[in-house]
């Protein structure tokens, strides 16, 4: 072989044996193959043992996908419920920040500015201010109608009342209380609303001033709920 080409053959075994060595490597490394199921139900895999499994069992596969082993779980009983305590947890905080996120953006849509708002509550109140004044009206005739009777019952004073007017009584009294009761159902409701309304003018306020949905800590009902 004359010393040129001897030369060569020895530079292209110089620079192949990095690469050889490179690939010995890589292969070793795809050889383990660490699967899993997190407590989320996401499959996971890894070149080294998965945290997020270190609660459940891994399987250690080879590089054509067969099972090499299966390791154990890294955590006692102890540990493992604690550990899924804490996932619930984070899972339960991040379904609160979405829906927070979710409700402002929804209140933002619903109110772009304060006029809008007002003009909702006031559509909303109107319904029950309206059967509120038709109660009270009823609550004013029936308290005339009960004056009547008492003015009759006096021409029976120290006597027994006839049977016809005790049943006028009677169905005047549970008229009154079926009526008292409806003012104060309308009432409650009407509070209950504007309550509803105080709260989320408070919370737009401050999505109006420029907080991000989701980052204002104040209450606020939902509007699904009206």
């Given at each position: 072989?004359?010393?040129?080409r001897?030369a ?5 075994g ?9 690939a ?8 383990n193959?660490?699967?899993?199921v ?5 499959r996971?895999t890894?070149?080294r ?8 069992a891994?399987?250690l596969r080879?590089?054509d ?7 154990p ?31 402002d953006?929804n ?12 003009k ?7 319904p029950?201010?309206?059967a ?7 609550l004013?005739?029936?308290e005339?109608?009960?004056?009547r009777l ?14 016809e007017?005790?049943?006028k009584?009677?169905q ?5 209380q079926?009526?008292?009761d409806?003012?104060?159902?309308h009432?409650a409701e009407i509070?209950?609303i ?9 919370r ?6 420029g907080?991000?949905?989701g980052?204002v800590?104040?209450?606020a ?6």
């Amino acid at each position: 072989m004359n010393p040129a080409r001897a030369a060569l053959v020895r530079l292209a075994g110089r620079t192949l044996l990095p690469v050889t060595l490179a690939a010995v490597g890589l292969s070793a490394q795809a050889a383990n193959i660490y699967t899993c199921v997190n407590a989320k139900g996401q499959r996971m895999t890894s070149d080294r043992p998965i945290a997020d499994c270190l609660d459940r069992a891994q399987e250690l596969r080879n590089a054509d996908g067969s099972v090499k082993k299966v390791l154990p779980p890294a955590m006692t009983a102890e540990e493992r419920a604690a550990h899924e305590d804490r996932l619930r947890q984070e899972m339960a905080a991040e379904a609160a920040r979405r829906d927070a996120i979710r409700l402002d953006r929804n209140l933002l849509s619903r109110y772009p500015d304060e006029p809008r708002h007002q003009k909702a509550r006031k559509a909303a109140l109107e319904p029950l201010h309206t059967a509120l004044a038709a109660t009270e009206r009823r609550l004013t005739e029936l308290e005339h109608d009960q004056k009547r009777l008492q003015e009759e019952a006096e021409f029976y004073k120290g006597r027994d009342l006839p049977r016809e007017l005790k049943v006028k009584f009677g169905q005047n009294q549970a008229a009154l209380q079926a009526q008292q009761d409806a003012a104060q159902n309308h009432q409650a409701e009407i509070s209950r609303i504007n309550a509803t309304y105080e709260q989320e003018l408070t919370r737009l306020k401050r999505l109006w001033a420029g907080a991000a949905p989701g980052s204002v800590s104040l209450p606020a009902s939902s509007s699904a709920s009206r």
